[in-house]
């Protein structure tokens, strides 16, 4: 893979003063990778712009106004970017590429109102008014991307100060945390194997684990039965967990309705509720 460009501050401004130049009607714009840290002072260069807009009439008005200003829809991307989830991506004859999300980033992180209150006013460039996302929600975006320079920019974010108590609860909030806390907790394991930073989100990795043993149930208890004692075995193979926590999260499957317990003798036995239906889902 050949090294891409990086573009300093005045081909970013340039670039969208130039598309604002352009809008009819006023548009709200929300950076949220190296374009944000670039124009945070946190780092001199990016390779692109990763733009997020609330919704599709925003896009549409973004996208006619940068063509307008002479960008261009981009080729099918390849490497790195093929799986960002983009809905559009543009580059410019300057040959800094845009990234246009439309409230939901890399099919995952959703930008809602508690993200967007985060988010700190740049500038206006007519009718385009420019935000910045948080340093806490750029941790989350850059968490969840497979691409090798956002891990560096992982390290500087968390340089210059994070509360992880913010970055846990709007990654515990979105719906869909299941499908990528794990991939945030993989992240943040590259980053203490290749800079020696050690950040442990505990409420993060807990529910990782409880999504895991919920599909290990899912996926290997089918119509059988197991005692505390075998789950218990497990858990701990697996995870450092206590058998409280075990015993807690059993309760919370039973409440979900996804698992069902009875006594045997001195026993407790726990089954799939419902194991044809539960085989038969995605």
């Given at each position: 893979?050949?090294?891409r460009?990086?573009?300093?501050?005045?081909?970013l401004?340039?670039?969208?003063?130039?598309?604002?130049?352009h809008?009819?009607?006023?548009?709200?714009?929300?950076?949220?990778?190296?374009?944000?840290?670039?124009f945070?002072?946190?780092?001199?260069?990016t390779k692109?712009?990763?733009?997020?807009?609330?919704?599709?009439?925003?896009?549409?008005?973004?996208?006619?106004?940068?063509?307008?200003?002479?960008?261009?829809?981009?080729?099918?991307?390849?490497?790195?970017?093929?799986?960002?989830?983009?809905?559009?991506?543009?580059?410019?004859d300057?040959?800094?590429q845009?990234?246009?999300?439309?409230?939901?980033?890399?099919?995952?992180?959703?930008?809602?109102?508690?993200?967007v209150?985060?988010a700190?006013?740049?500038?206006?460039?007519?009718?385009?008014?420019?935000y910045?996302?948080?340093?806490e929600?750029?941790?989350?975006?850059?968490?969840?991307?497979?691409r090798?320079?956002?891990?560096?920019?992982?390290?500087?974010?968390?340089?210059?100060g994070?509360?992880?108590e913010i970055?846990?609860?709007?990654?515990?909030s979105?719906?869909?945390?299941?499908?990528w806390?794990?991939?945030?907790?993989?992240?943040?394991?590259?980053?203490?194997?290749?800079?020696?930073?050690?950040?442990?989100?505990s409420?993060v990795?807990?529910?990782?684990?409880y999504?895991?043993?919920?599909k290990?149930?899912?996926?290997?208890?089918?119509?059988?039965?197991?005692?505390?004692?075998?789950l218990?075995?497990i858990?701990?193979e697996?995870?450092?967990?206590?058998?409280?926590w075990?015993r807690a999260?059993?309760?919370?499957?039973?409440?979900?309705g996804?698992i069902?317990s009875?006594?045997?003798?001195?026993?407790?036995?726990y089954?799939?509720?419902?194991?044809a239906?539960?085989e038969g889902?995605?």
């Amino acid at each position: 893979m050949s090294k891409r460009k990086t573009y300093g501050e005045p081909i970013l401004t340039g670039t969208l003063s130039t598309i604002a130049e352009h809008l009819e009607d006023e548009v709200d714009i929300y950076l949220i990778g190296g374009g944000a840290m670039m124009f945070y002072g946190m780092k001199p260069a990016t390779k692109d712009i990763d733009i997020v807009v609330l919704d599709s009439k925003s896009l549409s008005k973004f996208i006619s106004a940068a063509k307008k200003a002479g960008i261009k829809l981009a080729e099918k991307p390849d490497g790195e970017y093929q799986n960002i989830g983009a809905s559009v991506i543009m580059v410019a004859d300057s040959g800094i590429q845009l990234d246009l999300f439309n409230k939901v980033v890399c099919n995952a992180l959703e930008v809602k109102e508690t993200v967007v209150a985060r988010a700190n006013h740049y500038r206006d460039f007519g009718k385009l008014h420019i935000y910045l996302m948080s340093p806490e929600d750029i941790v989350l975006f850059k968490g969840i991307t497979e691409r090798e320079a956002d891990l560096e920019d992982i390290r500087t974010l968390i340089e210059t100060g994070i509360n992880w108590e913010i970055v846990e609860v709007e990654c515990l909030s979105q719906e869909s945390s299941e499908r990528w806390t794990n991939f945030l907790l993989d992240k943040l394991s590259d980053l203490y194997v290749r800079y020696g930073i050690n950040i442990k989100l505990s409420k993060v990795k807990e529910h990782a684990d409880y999504h895991v043993l919920r599909k290990a149930f899912e996926a290997f208890m089918k119509d059988s039965e197991m005692r505390f004692t075998d789950l218990q075995r497990i858990v701990k193979e697996k995870t450092s967990y206590s058998e409280s926590w075990t015993r807690a999260k059993l309760k919370e499957l039973e409440k979900e309705g996804l698992i069902e317990s009875r006594k045997s003798g001195r026993h407790k036995l726990y089954r799939l509720k419902n194991p044809a239906k539960q085989e038969g889902q995605p």
